[in-house]
Nanobody
C-alpha cells in the first residue's frame, strides 16, 4: 500500500513557474514508476509526465504539450517525486495528480495508487 500526498499548487501568472511535490509513504518507493496527470474541468484526466528508476538511472517521458517546459524528477531517499513547471500557460490550469504504478505508461488505468490532487491555476 502506498499513500501519495501532493503539494505546491497555487495561482500563478502566465509565464511563471511552480514546483509540485508528491510525498509517498512506504519503503518500496524506488520500485514504482511515478507519474503526473492532470484534469481540467469537463475534460478527461490526461498524462503529463512519468519517471522510472533503476540502478542504472532514471528514464523520463513527457506529453508533447509540456515537453521542454516541465521537468519530472524523483528523490528516492526522500520518497518524493517533483514536477517543475516553467513557462506556464492558462491551458495548464487543472488539478494535478501524482500516481504510482508498476510500469511506465501514459494511461491512467495503469497506475495503482493516486494522490488527492493539487490545483494549479494559471491566469492570463
Amino acid at each position: 500500500q502506498v499513500q501519495l500526498v501532493e503539494s505546491g499548487g497555487g495561482l500563478v501568472q502566465a509565464g511563471g513557474s511552480l514546483r509540485l511535490s508528491c510525498a509517498a509513504s512506504g519503503r518500496t518507493f524506488s520500485r514504482y514508476a511515478m507519474g503526473w496527470f492532470r484534469q481540467a474541468p469537463g475534460k478527461e484526466r490526461e498524462f503529463v509526465a512519468t519517471i522510472t528508476w533503476t540502478w542504472t538511472g532514471s528514464s523520463t517521458y513527457y506529453a508533447d504539450s509540456v515537453k521542454g517546459r516541465f521537468t519530472i524528477s524523483r528523490d528516492n531517499a526522500k520518497n518524493t517525486v517533483y514536477l517543475q513547471m516553467n513557462s506556464l500557460k492558462p491551458e495548464d490550469t487543472a488539478v494535478y495528480y501524482c500516481a504510482a504504478g508498476y510500469s511506465t505508461s501514459q494511461a491512467p488505468h495503469e497506475y495503482t495508487y493516486w494522490g488527492q490532487g493539487t490545483q494549479v491555476t494559471v491566469s492570463s
